[in-house]
């Protein structure tokens, strides 16, 4: 019994002991494993760093090498406009130089033509002493004209016939838009602005040439130097002309004959213009045409004409005119000048018109206009929703005949005055005096009678915006529902359906 007691101990107490090295053995591997995942961890870590630092040391030798670049660069190009500086300065200077040199031929040229000139007339001087036997001290100073011997001879054989009072009537208005009294009486009224005295180096420019010299340029539109081989003057004279005569029409003719009517004159114009219409306090019609011009060096987009431009398939600039004109046609106030990119309704808001309209000058009346301007309290326009009725297309109808007054002015106009149909030399600046002076003089044709050639009529081509908000004014909607009410039961509109 003991001994297979004994025996069974010992066994267990093997078993044990295998169990507890077993245990043992799990135990150590564990403890390898987990050291080894510590290792690893720790290895990338480090190698993490190690990326980052590299990283890092790229990013900057890259950013080193960008602003290396970069200054190279800006170096460069500083060296390269420093070198086109340089050179356009030395072509400037250059030019300077030839210019200078130049004038100084030029001016030793002029002054040896002088000195020949002098000796010369010394010479005639002397030779006419001799032949009066040297009692000829009194003609030393004789009254003779001697002509500068630096200005180019020029004919002006075509000016003097048409100045002859032989040249025929029709012959003079055909080329300078009106007969001999009306072109009399311009001249008569602007002597004194343009008159000019002679001076010992030239004899002045008579009057009735310069206006004769603007009046033709207005209305050919000819280029200068066509101007300048009909009247024997220089280009250069004859631009100056154009614009000190046009300025001498707008500051002393203007205030005469083109100016916003008298109570009494505007009674009349009522009148009138509801005879034409049926439509009641009509003071005048309105519309506005462009000019065409050369494309401008400054705010080029704001003188596109899109409308003209996408018509005629050919880029257009101009600059606008807005007028009103009375029952015959003669324009009672003028808008001149604005872009023209500005719509209609824009160029009367910027007007000096719109400001006195707002001012309470026209309270009670009313300015016709198309369907480019809105509808306010004193400007009329004609309905322009679709579906109309009876009675608006009546309206329109009868409201159309107002607007007819205009449009056929602006064409007698830019008819007479062919200037208006050309793209010009005189500056933008300049324009507005010029586009002015042709207003007055159609006004002083009209209320002169002076006829117009049929052949010179022309079509206006002025394509017509919506404004943005048609409609302004609610007592004008009112107002104009109940004039186109009366004149349909008045019987004074709607024939053109019938």
């Given at each position: 019994?003991?001994?297979?007691?004994?025996?069974?101990?010992?066994?267990?107490?093997?078993?044990?002991?295998?169990?507890?090295?077993?245990?043992?053995?799990?135990?150590?591997?564990?403890?390898?494993?987990?050291?080894?995942?510590?290792?690893?961890l720790l290895l990338l870590d480090e190698q993490d760093k190690c990326e980052q630092e590299e990283h890092d040391r790229a990013s900057i030798e890259a950013k080193i090498s960008m602003e290396v670049n970069h200054r190279k660069k800006t170096k460069a190009m500083v060296d390269f406009y420093s070198e086109v500086?340089?050179?356009?300065?030395?072509?400037?200077?250059?030019?300077?130089?030839?210019?200078?040199?130049?004038?100084?031929?030029?001016?030793?040229?002029?002054?040896?033509?002088?000195?020949?000139?002098?000796?010369?007339?010394?010479?005639?001087?002397?030779?006419?002493?001799?032949?009066?036997?040297?009692?000829?001290?009194?003609?030393?100073?004789?009254?003779?004209?001697?002509?500068?011997?630096?200005?180019?001879?020029?004919?002006?054989?075509?000016?003097?016939?048409?100045?002859?009072?032989?040249?025929?009537?029709?012959?003079?208005?055909?080329?300078?838009?009106?007969?001999?009294?009306?072109?009399?009486?311009?001249?008569?009224?602007?002597?004194?602005?343009?008159?000019?005295?002679?001076?010992?180096?030239?004899?002045?420019?008579?009057?009735?040439?310069?206006?004769?010299?603007?009046?033709?340029?207005?209305?050919?539109?000819?280029?200068?130097?066509?101007?300048?081989?009909?009247?024997?003057?220089?280009?250069?004279?004859?631009?100056?002309?154009?614009?000190?005569?046009?300025?001498?029409?707008?500051?002393?003719?203007?205030?005469?004959?083109?100016?916003?009517?008298?109570?009494?004159?505007?009674?009349?114009?009522?009148?009138?213009?509801?005879?034409?219409?049926?439509?009641?306090?009509?003071?005048?019609?309105?519309?506005?045409?462009?000019?065409?011009?050369?494309?401008?060096?400054?705010?080029?987009?704001?003188?596109?004409?899109?409308?003209?431009?996408?018509?005629?398939?050919?880029?257009?600039?101009?600059?606008?005119?807005?007028?009103?004109?009375?029952?015959?046609?003669?324009?009672?106030?003028?808008?001149?000048?604005?872009?023209?990119?500005?719509?209609?309704?824009?160029?009367?808001?910027?007007?000096?018109?719109?400001?006195?309209?707002?001012?309470?000058?026209?309270?009670?009346?009313?300015?016709?206009?198309?369907?480019?301007?809105?509808?306010?309290?004193?400007?009329?326009?004609?309905?322009?929703?679709?579906?109309?009725?009876?009675?608006?297309?009546?309206?329109?109808?009868?409201?159309?005949?107002?607007?007819?007054?205009?449009?056929?002015?602006?064409?007698?106009?830019?008819?007479?005055?062919?200037?208006?149909?050309?793209?010009?030399?005189?500056?933008?600046?300049?324009?507005?005096?010029?586009?002015?002076?042709?207003?007055?003089?159609?006004?002083?044709?009209?209320?002169?009678?002076?006829?117009?050639?049929?052949?010179?009529?022309?079509?206006?081509?002025?394509?017509?915006?919506?404004?943005?908000?048609?409609?302004?004014?609610?007592?004008?909607?009112?107002?104009?529902?109940?004039?186109?009410?009366?004149?349909?039961?008045?019987?004074?509109?709607?024939?053109?359906?019938?």
């Open positions: 019994m003991n001994d297979s007691t004994n025996g069974s101990v010992r066994k267990r107490t093997r078993a044990d002991e295998a169990d507890e090295d077993d245990d043992l053995m799990g135990k150590n591997g564990g403890g390898k494993d987990l050291k080894g995942l510590v290792t690893s500086q340089d050179y356009y300065s030395e072509v400037e200077e250059s030019g300077r130089m030839k210019r200078k040199k130049s004038r100084l031929a030029a001016n030793s040229v002029a002054v040896a033509a002088a000195s020949d000139g002098l000796q010369k007339i010394e010479i005639e001087k002397s030779n006419k002493r001799g032949g009066d036997g040297g009692g000829g001290s009194g003609g030393g100073g004789g009254t003779g004209h001697h002509r500068r011997l630096w200005v180019k001879d020029r004919s002006k054989a075509w000016w003097d016939e048409c100045n002859s009072p032989d040249y025929p009537d029709e012959e003079f208005k055909k080329q300078f838009r009106m007969g001999r009294a009306t072109f009399d009486m311009i001249c008569e009224e602007l002597n004194s602005a343009i008159a000019k005295e002679d001076t010992t180096l030239r004899t002045a420019i008579p009057v009735r040439q310069r206006v004769a010299v603007c009046l033709w340029r207005l209305a050919t539109g000819d280029p200068l130097r066509v101007v300048s081989k009909k009247f024997g003057l220089g280009i250069s004279t004859c631009h100056k002309l154009v614009l000190e005569v046009c300025t001498a029409i707008r500051t002393v003719l203007m205030p005469k004959h083109l100016q916003w009517p008298e109570e009494e004159t505007l009674r009349r114009i009522k009148e009138e213009y509801e005879s034409i219409s049926g439509i009641p306090n009509v003071v005048g019609s309105m519309y506005t045409t462009h000019i065409p011009i050369i494309a401008p060096k400054i705010s080029v987009a704001a003188y596109f004409n899109k409308r003209h431009t996408e018509r005629n398939q050919k880029t257009s600039y101009s600059i606008t005119v807005q007028g009103v004109v009375d029952p015959r046609g003669v324009f009672t106030d003028v808008c001149i000048g604005w872009p023209g990119s500005m719509p209609d309704d824009q160029v009367l808001e910027k007007s000096a018109l719109f400001q006195r309209a707002n001012g309470g000058l026209l309270k009670g009346v009313w300015i016709v206009g198309g369907s480019s301007y809105p509808l306010l309290d004193w400007v009329l326009v004609p309905y322009t929703q679709q579906h109309l009725t009876w009675t608006q297309h009546a309206f329109n109808e009868k409201i159309g005949e107002i607007q007819k007054v205009a449009k056929d002015a602006f064409a007698r106009l830019k008819g007479r005055w062919r200037c208006l149909q050309k793209r010009t030399e005189v500056k933008l600046q300049d324009l507005p005096v010029v586009l002015g002076a042709c207003c007055v003089l159609h006004n002083i044709c009209e209320l002169g009678n002076e006829e117009m050639d049929t052949e010179l009529l022309t079509e206006l081509q002025d394509d017509e915006m919506a404004p943005e908000i048609a409609l302004r004014s609610v007592p004008s909607m009112k107002a104009r529902d109940a004039i186109a009410h009366n004149l349909l039961h008045h019987g004074l509109a709607g024939t053109s359906f019938l």
